[in-house]
């Protein structure tokens, strides 16, 4: 067979042409040009269409090839070529995996990314996990939960067909840490303080030891009083309140061992005086002062006696317990009340005429009106016989009191208000239960007051009774005689409690 290069096509120049000769090649095989171009043809479709395959001519079909010979055609069988898929995975990562070391009995769970050579996720791919050491890290095939089962290190899988991508677990043993044991308070002490006034509070402070002697920080302390009457004191705090005078016993307590310390409260302290009802006077009239001692926050105090004092007695005159002041002759003096060696001062003027209407009407034998040389009544004689009168009333009611005798209180108790029929109530109570053994002490007289026709007297004492724990109660109370005048003498209308005091 003669070379392809020897061949004469028809298109070609006779030989005596003057027509350059042409270059040979080296022969290929028909078949070989035939495939090579079917491949160039699928690229083509296949850059064309992007991702969908191209389909080959049927295979009774075929590309024809034209010989060297002319008019010679050949028949190369068409050849199907396979087109890439863009979503098969093409890469396998684990994005969640433990920060840090697990401790054995935890557990966690690993996530994993798959993706195309797109870099698209493929939601749909099929992951399947395993464990390089199960005896430390077991993992759930399916979801990529693992579970730290022993000490040591173990690589968990994921694979996705031939791709795969590795996570390293270090599993340590569990940090057990016992709790300690509480220590036990050996000794209690609590810190000095001084003594309290009446409405005053204080926080107390304790200090719970060990054996060794190092405080304890943080130990639970309870406290309280035995006489909460006195103070009382919040069981978890340690704040105390004072409340009367008089002593008690803090207790304060810590596991099995208590600490005590005695706690006094005084009276309240007075800080200042007040005189109320001070006014000018005329020749003859009878006045009855008031002193208000108060504490340093400026609050009255009750059950405080005042000794009054008169500069000029020849003036005005004042009675030292009660503060009645009779004015004798035009002047004028100072009136001194001092209570707990407080002292306050007012000014009173005393008037040739009469300033004001207050007269004290003669009773008895002095209500004669005379004339001529005929003597005309002493006031201050007859303030004394009503002040007698006064003081008869009261030695009366207080006597009932003193004896216990319920039945001769209430009748001259006589209530008004819903308020003195409760403190009735309670006062009769504590009288009449002989298990509490009150006891009613000294009178103190108070302010009096006499009118043209009524007049009153205050006086008060100390009372004390058994409680049901078999401490003593202390109160303070405030009677008030009032009177009526019934001619020439005075008769006592009723004898009422009029402050606040503890029933």
Same mark, same amino acid.
């Given at each position: ?200 509070? =204080? /926080?107390?402070?304790? $200090?719970?030891?060990?054996? !060794?002697?190092? *405080?304890? @920080?943080? %130990?639970?302390? +309870?406290? &309280? #009083? ?62 009855? =002062? /008031?002193?208000?001692? $108060?504490?340093?926050?400026? !609050?009255?105090? *009750?059950? @405080?006696? %005042?000794?009054? +004092?008169? &500069? #000029? ?191």
């Amino acid at each position: 067979a003669e070379s392809w290069e020897s061949r004469q096509r028809p298109w070609e120049l006779p030989p005596d042409s003057k027509a350059p000769e042409p270059r040979r090649q080296r022969s290929r095989p028909g078949w070989l040009v035939g495939t090579g171009g079917l491949f160039l043809l699928a690229g083509g479709f296949w850059l064309a269409g992007g991702s969908r395959p191209v389909e080959a001519p049927p295979a009774e079909s075929a590309v024809a090839l034209r010989d060297s010979t002319p008019g010679e055609v050949q028949a190369i069988p068409a050849v199907s070529v396979p087109v890439p898929d863009s979503a098969a995975p093409v890469s396998v990562t684990i994005t969640e995996r433990p920060a840090r070391p697990m401790e054995v009995g935890s557990s966690a769970r690993l996530a994993v990314e798959v993706r195309d050579d797109n870099g698209r996720t493929v939601p749909a791919a099929d992951v399947v996990w395993s464990s390089t050491d199960s005896s430390v890290v077991a993992v759930d095939s399916a979801t990529g939960t693992v579970q730290a089962i022993g000490k040591g290190r173990a690589q968990v899988i994921a694979a996705a067909g031939e791709l795969r991508d590795t996570a390293r677990i270090v599993v340590r043993t569990a940090s057990r840490t016992e709790p300690e044991a509480p220590t036990v308070p050996a000794s209690l002490r609590i810190q000095p303080h001084a003594p309290l006034q009446v409405g005053d509070t =204080l /926080t107390l402070s304790v $200090r719970v030891l060990d054996q !060794r002697g190092a *405080a304890i @920080r943080g %130990a639970r302390v +309870s406290w &309280s #009083s035995s006489e909460p009457k006195v103070a009382a004191v919040n069981p978890t705090t340690g704040r105390v309140r004072a409340y009367a005078p008089g002593n008690t016993v803090i207790i304060a307590r810590s596991g099995e061992e208590s600490a005590i310390t005695s706690l006094s409260v005084l009276p309240q302290a007075v800080s200042s005086v007040a005189i109320l009802g001070a006014a000018p006077l005329k020749v003859g009239d009878t006045l009855d =002062l /008031t002193a208000e001692p $108060r504490d340093r926050y400026g !609050r009255a105090i *009750a059950e @405080r006696q %005042a000794v009054w +004092s008169s &500069s #000029s007695p020849e003036v005005a005159a004042v009675d030292s317990r009660s503060g009645t002041v009779i004015a004798t002759a035009p002047g004028s003096t100072e009136i001194t009340a001092t209570v707990d060696g407080k002292s306050v001062s007012r000014q009173l003027t005393v008037l040739k005429q009469p300033r004001t209407g207050r007269v004290v009407e003669p009773v008895g034998e002095l209500a004669a009106q005379t004339t001529g040389n005929t003597p005309q009544p002493d006031p201050a004689a007859e303030r004394q016989r009503i002040v007698g009168q006064m003081l008869a009333g009261v030695e009366r009611c207080y006597g009932a009191l003193q004896r216990n005798d319920v039945a001769q209180v209430e009748l001259l108790y006589k209530p008004e208000t819903r308020d003195d029929r409760e403190k009735l109530r309670k006062l009769a109570r504590i009288l009449y239960t002989k298990e509490w053994e009150a006891t009613v002490g000294p009178r103190a007289d108070g302010a009096q007051r006499v009118e043209e026709r009524t007049a009153v007297m205050e006086f008060g004492f100390r009372m004390t009774w058994k409680d049901a724990f078999g401490g003593r109660i202390t109160s303070q109370p405030v009677f008030r005689a009032d009177f009526v005048r019934d001619g020439s003498s005075l008769q006592l209308s009723s004898c009422r409690i009029i402050n606040s005091p503890r029933l």
